[in-house]
């Protein structure tokens, strides 16, 4: 089962930039059919897609955040990375990286466990 | 978008008894359907998908159905841990799109 963990600052200053690592175990983050996405969650609230990248780079935003964000992989390391520039206190919010769960799907079956950032001077 | 809206926001449940939670799409998602459980301090965890098939080491309590715009999660006899909150997921289009949320509660 393939495993992921998010690192990253916790606290970031408003109109600075958020810069997230997803470190991905078990399974090579190469694999065809799979999107390495980010995902995350305000404080009490659901759950905002943000986006995807695939491991040859090709990426997708949600339309709502595209102007902030960025989304890069580097496979030598079985890494992918989120960037946020300009940040307001409303990305405070529990950061996941998560997995499909099968080839060409776009539900969840692999999820790391979160990692809170919150936005404060 | 696809708006996605779950009802009710908390269901409140004794253990032992059925839980039926809904999801509505603003406009048909087909079988593109997903539930997750999300319990505190902890990351979502995929309990069924294409509106009806359990994912892996899922429990047979759990069950989904419906499709177009209308999905029910029945629980059908609920147990301890299952007192958690519940998401539902389109993937029919992008941007993927969540529900807001059922809290079930024990009553």
């Known amino acids: 089962q393939v495993q992921l963990q998010e690192s990253g600052p916790g606290l970031v200053k408003p109109s600075q930039t958020l810069s997230l690592t997803c470190t991905v175990s078990?399974?090579?983050?190469?694999?065809?059919?799979?999107?390495w996405t980010w995902i995350r969650q305000h404080p009490g609230k659901g759950l905002e897609w943000i986006g995807y990248i695939y491991y040859t780079g090709g990426t997708y935003y949600n339309p709502s955040l595209k102007s902030q964000v960025t989304i890069s992989v580097d496979t030598s390391k079985n890494q992918f990375y989120l960037k946020l520039t300009s940040v307001t206190a409303a990305d405070t919010a529990v950061y996941y990286c998560a997995r499909n769960s099968d080839y060409g799907e776009t539900h969840f079956d692999s999820w790391g466990q979160g990692t809170l950032v919150t936005v404060s001077s | 978008d696809i708006v996605m809206t779950q009802s009710p926001v908390t269901l409140s449940v004794s253990p032992g008894e059925r839980a039926t939670l809904s999801c509505r799409a603003s406009q048909s998602v087909s079988s593109n359907l997903a539930w997750y459980q999300q319990k505190p301090g902890q990351a979502p965890r995929l309990l069924i998908y294409g509106a009806s098939t359990r994912a892996t080491g899922i429990p047979a309590r759990f069950s989904g159905s419906g499709s177009g715009t209308e999905f029910t999660l029945t629980i059908s006899s609920l147990q301890s841990e299952d007192f958690a909150l519940y998401y539902c997921?389109?993937?029919?289009?992008?941007?993927?799109?969540f529900g807001g949320g059922t809290k079930v509660e024990i009553k």
């Open positions: 997921q389109e993937y029919h289009r992008w941007p993927l799109t």
């Open positions: 078990g399974g090579s983050i190469s694999g065809d059919g799979y999107y």
